[in-house]
């Protein structure tokens, strides 16, 4: 079965990008075939039906060619995404995230589902990871713009000790002084829809600070004030609106035309961001200018939050970007918790038009104002299981391993894992893992 399954999501791949394709295919040659008949023509209807289907011409007849041959693969994509929710089997796959999975963050004796390895978890992933979603189907609910988090009634000793907290806590202190306590924009509630031909995320925001996240993450939970772990189990849930304060944040896979993810180095200036470590690719927060229109709520803000991320961390004006990027192939892969942290992100993969060496090259020439890496590298997708394995089993023999010189930042083995299942599908990945683990015991 895993065998059949494994050809069939295969097939699945080259099918769905045929889809888009024969799309465009039948339009084109409509076109070409609208061009060819005059006005007359279309006021005879005995004309017309001669010229489509008695005597059609050349363009007449790849249009109809086209037409049937894209009936064929939208009949094939659908059956082919049936089966595959239907028999797909994740009892493998789900023992190798169990083995990745840190202890420490999840209560792994509760696993059931979604996906997990070290720190991250998905609170939500497409039903067609292949496919993914598209960044408007992505939609701001609600937002509370009128006060920062605050802890309910219950809880009133908390903000008590938050207000000693970021008073006498000298990093904060200085934050604070220096005007860098900035605003952070915290999920509130996610929702997903049940309408199976426009498919939606619905989530709403609140406002809440950055002191205020650092002393969830570094006061309360290491105290055991609040448990971590039945806090990033509440996250989790469906419908959960239990949220304690959290930074909403991007977590941009950037893939170049030569099909290499992009790795990035990250900066040892940024200090309270694992420095030093790799990262898939850059991670943004948002900000109000990403979703406040001035008229309502933007439902395009992912799309303004990318431009964003890539202006910020690379220089790009609307001029480089539209170059060198294709927003069009944005995708969303899923919501992960960072279970380091207490964080919800949404991994986002993205095609650039130039080979990693040509952006490398060309970024080079840039300015770059809030540069928060120190190189670039590139992995091509089709090596991520080897590498994933690699880091997690062989980390004792690393001189064939791009990563010799730096660990994983906690996020990037989950958006690799995604980044290489939305490419070549889950059954692929657990192939290529098990031979791994078949070459090591060999």
């Known amino acids: 079965m895993d065998k059949i399954t494994y050809c069939i999501e295969s097939s699945y791949i080259v099918i769905h990008k045929l889809k888009e394709k024969s799309l465009q295919w039948v339009i084109s040659f409509f076109v070409a075939f609208a061009s060819t008949i005059n006005y007359d023509t279309i006021l005879n209807t005995s004309s017309l039906l001669k010229d489509l289907f008695i005597k059609p011409s050349l363009v007449t007849v790849i249009m109809w060619l086209c037409i049937i041959f894209s009936l064929i693969i939208y009949i094939l994509d659908k059956s082919m995404i049936v ?18 999975a840190d202890t420490n963050c999840f209560d792994i004796s509760n696993y059931q589902n979604g996906f997990i390895w070290g720190q991250n978890r998905t609170i939500w992933v497409p039903d067609n990871l292949i496919e993914g979603y598209r960044t408007n189907q992505i939609y701001i609910e609600s937002i509370n713009l009128d006060a920062y988090f605050h802890f309910n009634i219950n809880e009133q000793h908390l903000n ?33 829809n049940f309408n199976k031909t426009d498919k939606r995320i619905y989530i709403s925001l609140s406002k809440t600070k950055w002191s205020m996240n650092q002393f969830v993450w ?64 850059i991670g943004e927060q948002l900000e109000k200018t990403d ?9 395009k803000f992912i799309d303004a939050w990318i431009k964003r991320a890539f202006a910020e961390e690379f220089g790009l004006t609307s001029i ?30 993205i095609l650039l038009n130039y ?27 089709s090596e991520i299981p080897s590498e994933l394995f690699r880091h997690f089993y062989i980390t004792s023999n690393r001189e064939n391993n791009i990563y010799s010189n730096g660990n994983y930042h906690p996020s990037t083995a989950m958006r690799l894992f995604l980044t290489y299942s939305h490419f070549y599908g889950l059954s692929k990945f657990k192939k290529e893992w098990k031979k791994c683990s078949f070459n090591l015991n060999n």
């Open 160 to 192: 008590q000790m938050y207000e000693k907290y970021i008073s006498t806590t000298p990093y904060i202190v200085n934050a604070i002084k220096q005007k860098n306590n900035n605003d952070r924009w915290m999920i509130t509630s996610f929702n997903k």
């Open 83 to 100: 089966y595959l929710h239907k028999h797909n089997d994740f009892s493998e796959l789900k023992q190798i995230m169990i083995k990745n």
């Open 291 to 299: 979703f406040d229109n001035k008229t309502d709520y933007n439902n």
């Open 355 to 381: 080979s990693f060496e040509d952006f490398c090259r060309y970024i080079s020439t840039l300015i770059i104002t809030d540069k928060e890496f120190s190189q670039l590298r590139g992995l091509k997708i």
């Open 218 to 281: 570094k006061e309360l939970f290491p105290k055991q004030i609040i448990d971590k772990k039945k806090a990033l189990e509440e996250l989790a849930k469906d419908h959960s609106s239990n949220y304690y304060p959290n930074s909403f944040c991007l977590h941009l896979v950037i893939i170049s035309a030569d099909k290499k993810v992009i790795i990035s180095e990250i900066s040892g200036n940024k200090i309270n961001d694992y420095p030093y470590t790799l990262a898939a690719t």
């Open 320 to 349: 480089h970007f539209d170059r060198i990027v294709n927003l069009e192939s944005a995708r969303i892969l899923g919501f992960v918790e960072e279970g380091d942290i207490y964080n919800i992100s949404i991994v986002t993969s």
